[in-house]
């Protein structure tokens, strides 16, 4: 299964959450938004070391099924050429903002733009809602299967907190925390 993380927020959490998985051999997925590239670029770096895959979540982290084309076409775009400046690639996966999957027009811009992949979840962790890590915890264990790919976000705490029991929780259920590349191939 796929641990999918929206890449944006305190970038003090986000090292904390790639530690926490590093340190339980979990390798994650995450989708970086471009405005936060742009304010952390050592991110885009750190991520990759780490084993974990980077893919484009939107220049701007907005509507983007909700666009005119030419402005969609731009929130890709400009994100990619970010990721193709800090790493070499614009990265194998991208996910649309703000909407679960894909509109048919942004799967067709996100191709064009050199994504084979365009990237989806089947259980949403609910942890923007600020919750508590009891609930981010739950809410995953609830929906994850063999499989799954489940949407999680950079910038919670609760997150952070959580990630340790839904960890060892998955290895209990034999489930183990892979890339989407890994998982999908």
Same mark, same amino acid.
């Given at each position: 299964?796929?641990?999918?993380?929206?890449?944006?927020?305190?970038?003090?959490?986000? *090292?904390?959450?790639?530690?926490?998985?590093?340190?339980? +051999?979990?390798?994650? $997925?995450?989708?970086? %938004?471009? $405005?936060?590239?742009?304010? *952390?670029?050592?991110?885009?770096?750190?991520?990759?070391?780490? +084993? *974990?895959?980077?893919?484009?979540?939107?220049?701007?982290?907005?509507? %983007?099924?909700?666009?005119?084309?030419?402005? =969609?076409?731009?929130?890709?775009?400009?994100?990619?050429?970010?990721?193709?400046?800090?790493?070499?690639?614009?990265?194998?996966?991208?996910?649309?903002?703000?909407?679960? =999957?894909?509109?048919?027009?942004? @799967?067709?811009?996100?191709?064009?733009?050199?994504?084979? *992949?365009?990237?989806?979840?089947?259980?949403?962790?609910?942890?923007?809602?600020?919750? &508590? @890590?009891?609930? %981010?915890?739950?809410?995953?264990?609830? &929906?994850?299967?063999?499989?799954? %790919?489940?949407?999680?976000?950079? +910038?919670?705490?609760?997150?952070? @907190?959580?990630?340790?029991?839904?960890?060892?929780?998955? &290895?209990?259920? +034999?489930?183990? =925390?892979?890339?989407?590349?890994?998982?999908?191939?």
């Amino acid at each position: 299964m796929a641990l999918t993380f929206h890449g944006q927020g305190d970038p003090a959490l986000a *090292h904390a959450l790639l530690d926490t998985a590093e340190q339980r +051999g979990a390798r994650l $997925t995450v989708l970086a %938004v471009g $405005t936060w590239l742009d304010q *952390h670029p050592d991110l885009a770096r750190r991520i990759l070391d780490g +084993g *974990h895959d980077l893919g484009n979540h939107t220049q701007r982290h907005i509507g %983007v099924n909700t666009l005119p084309e030419a402005e =969609a076409r731009r929130e890709i775009t400009d994100c990619a050429a970010r990721l193709k400046r800090l790493t070499g690639s614009i990265g194998t996966w991208f996910r649309p903002s703000r909407a679960p =999957a894909a509109s048919p027009l942004v @799967a067709r811009l996100a191709r064009a733009a050199g994504y084979p *992949h365009v990237l989806s979840y089947d259980v949403d962790s609910l942890d923007y809602t600020r919750p &508590g @890590a009891a609930a %981010v915890t739950r809410e995953v264990l609830a &929906g994850v299967r063999n499989g799954s %790919v489940v949407s999680l976000h950079f +910038g919670y705490p609760d997150t952070v @907190a959580a990630l340790p029991d839904v960890l060892t929780e998955l &290895g209990r259920r +034999g489930l183990r =925390a892979v890339t989407t590349t890994e998982l999908l191939s």
